[in-house]
């Protein structure tokens, strides 16, 4: 009988497993902007994509079966993401998506896959409008939609003594769905607190020479600038106000400090002493797979190289998906999405949850450019440096 019993456990195991073999791997389908505007973020973004790739394939795949990434290249272009994602689902028929950088490409990539009933969990793309659609497969893998981003920012600001909180201050911006959300909303609360607005302006996202935006924020007299930067934009306004020689007493920007070693290399290390930005992740985090996440990217992508915060975020991202996936037991799209709105995933930005409308219901980091590293500064619970450099040194 035990015989028996031991024969029969052997063949549904053969069977499961031939089942999977015969299923082939899981195809998840991703189109990134690899060249164009956005191939910075971008390629950040697959490095944290094949990261996660790899950590899942060698602890045995996803189902019981490994995983491939179908990825694509949209240029950076909004006529092409749609192509790409079309042709993820309908041709390749890949198994499940993840999502592209930005706010601009994602609008139209989360729209193909909300039509074939896709889920969609995407790594960069908080603009609010994003989550007005009425959209029931869409989800935002980080802690807050763009217009709360700078919170944190606002309160440190708030909370410095009225002889030392900056009077005025200039707001310039990219002409992007996700910058302008957060700059619009540093700007009304610090508006409402009585810090005076002396320049704002929206340049557009090809805009290449910073000078004349550079100098209109120095004549202003503005002591606070908070910047909706890319990369590329951040970068090139800090080397206008080198050249004129203006240095802001506090300086804060979206997306560009978050960049790692290709912010400080662009700058100069030494420049980026006291720059402010929010961000969704910081390698101390003590997090799910934070550790496992670093330390995969350094085999994978240098010795000692610390990811950029795009990276994380892609990896945060599949992290989402991978949970719902093996908490549902298949690739059930309505069952992933249901699943989703009603449980809270661990990732390595920490615990992410979600409205109805697929929009996080966290809060980001202040991070700010210290002795040559980024540190968290605010929240105090996970600072990684106990003081704020205020105000700015100047530049170098």
Excluded: C
Excluded at 68 to 89: E, K, P
Excluded at 144 to 160: C, E, I, P, R, Y
Aim: aromatic content about 10%; cysteine-free; charged content about 15%.
């Amino acid at each position: 009988m035990l015989k028996r019993f031991a024969t029969m456990a052997l063949v549904a195991l053969f069977a499961a497993t031939g089942l999977a073999m015969a299923q082939g791997p899981i195809k998840i389908g991703i189109s990134l902007p690899l060249t164009g505007d956005f191939s910075q973020p971008g390629g950040a973004a697959q490095k944290g994509y094949k990261v996660w790739q790899k950590i899942v394939n060698d602890s045995g795949g996803l189902l019981g079966r490994q995983v491939d990434l179908v990825i694509r290249d949209d240029a950076s272009d909004q006529n092409t993401i749609v192509a790409d994602y079309q042709r993820l689902i309908t041709q390749d028929k890949v198994d499940l998506l993840l999502g592209t950088f930005s706010s601009l490409l994602n609008l139209p990539a989360s729209a193909v896959a909300e039509k074939y009933q896709m889920v969609y969990v995407e790594p960069a793309g908080g603009a609010p409008k994003m989550f007005e659609r009425g959209f029931h497969y869409l989800f935002f893998a980080q802690q807050a939609t763009a217009n709360h981003q700078g919170d944190q920012f606002v309160k440190w600001v708030l909370s410095l003594p009225a002889d030392q909180r900056p009077k005025t201050a200039a707001y310039p911006t990219q002409d992007d769905p996700f910058t302008k959300p957060v700059i619009d909303g540093i700007r009304t609360q610090l508006e409402a607190a009585g810090i005076k607005t002396v320049y704002q302006t929206v340049y557009p996202p090809d805009t290449s020479n910073f000078d004349t935006i550079a100098n209109a924020i120095k004549a202003s007299g503005a002591e606070l600038v908070a910047e909706g930067a890319v990369f590329q934009d951040g970068v090139s306004m800090i080397r206008s106000f080198q050249k004129l020689g203006y240095n802001p007493k506090v300086l804060f920007e979206t997306s560009a400090p978050s960049q790692s070693s290709e912010f400080s290399s662009a700058i100069g290390l030494a420049n980026t002493e006291g720059i402010f930005y929010a961000v969704s992740w910081h390698q101390d985090l003590p997090t799910t797979q934070n550790q496992a996440f670093v330390s995969t990217y350094q085999q994978m992508y240098g010795a000692g190289a610390i990811p950029e915060e795009d990276a994380a975020d892609a990896f945060a991202t599949a992290q989402v998906l991978e949970t719902a996936v093996k908490a549902v037991g298949s690739l059930d799209q309505t069952k992933i999405k249901d699943y989703l709105h009603s449980h809270t995933v661990p990732t390595i930005l920490g615990d992410l949850s979600w409205d109805d409308t697929g929009a996080p219901q966290s809060a980001f980091l202040l991070a700010q450019w210290q002795n040559g590293k980024a540190e968290i500064v605010l929240p105090r619970s996970v600072a990684t440096s106990p003081t704020i450099t205020f105000p700015k040194p100047g530049w170098q």
